[in-house]
Structures are given as structure tokens and as C-alpha cells.
């Protein structure tokens, strides 16, 4: 899946299938914020590049993260199709729209 922007309920299921891990919906978040390397978000959410690696990879083939090399690192960023909305406390993603709590997002709690 590419772009959630247009997605079957099935593939709206998909996606949150996806998002029922802490982790990746931790990157989401950061990634609210904008573009972020694999060490600062590694460094953030302070888990082993390997395993972050993986949840990265989980993201991509599910089009709801983009990866760009700079340099000798990676940078990511959100896909198109997922859009931070209502104040940068939500994820709209095409089927739904995915809510956090405003006093974790003030907090800087991710």
C-alpha cells in the first residue's frame, strides 16, 4: 500500500494492524514533528538501531513513512498519504484519523 490517502476498509485494517505496535506509532509521532535521521529517532525513543530498523521497515512497506539517503545516514519523514492534523496532536490517514492525548504531545512525551 502507497498511498492512504484512498484505502478499502481491508486496507484501513491493514494499517492499524501496523500502528498496534508502541513503537512505530512512537516514529509516527516523532515524525509529526518533521524529518528525523535514524539516530535521533533511535536516540529519542532510546531502543537498538536493529530493532528500530526493523519497525522502520514495517512503516515503509506499509507507505506510511519515506526514506531519503544524506550522506552516510537516512533520513525520514512521513508519506504524503499521512498527514499530521488538528494541531499536530493527530494522524489523519486517509480512513481514519488517529488521535493522541495534548498534555503527552506538550510534555514532549512520545
Do not use: W
Request: net charge negative; proline share 4%; aromatic share 2%.
Amino acid at each position: 500500500m502507497t498511498d492512504l490517502s484512498e484505502i478499502s476498509p481491508a486496507s484501513c485494517a491493514d494499517a492499524l494492524k501496523t500502528l498496534a505496535d508502541g513503537t512505530r506509532l512512537a516514529v509516527l509521532r516523532l515524525l509529526m514533528q518533521g524529518t528525523c535521521r535514524v539516530g535521533e529517532l533511535g536516540e529519542a525513543l532510546q531502543i537498538d538501531q536493529s530493532l528500530l530498523s526493523h519497525h522502520l521497515q514495517v512503516l515503509r512497506r506499509a507507505g506510511m513513512v519515506l526514506a531519503t539517503r544524506v550522506g552516510k545516514g537516512v533520513e525520514y519523514r512521513l508519506a504524503p498519504g499521512v498527514r499530521p492534523s488538528d494541531g499536530g496532536v493527530a494522524l489523519n490517514l486517509g480512513c481514519c484519523e488517529l488521535t493522541f492525548p495534548k498534555e503527552e504531545q506538550a510534555d514532549g512525551v512520545v
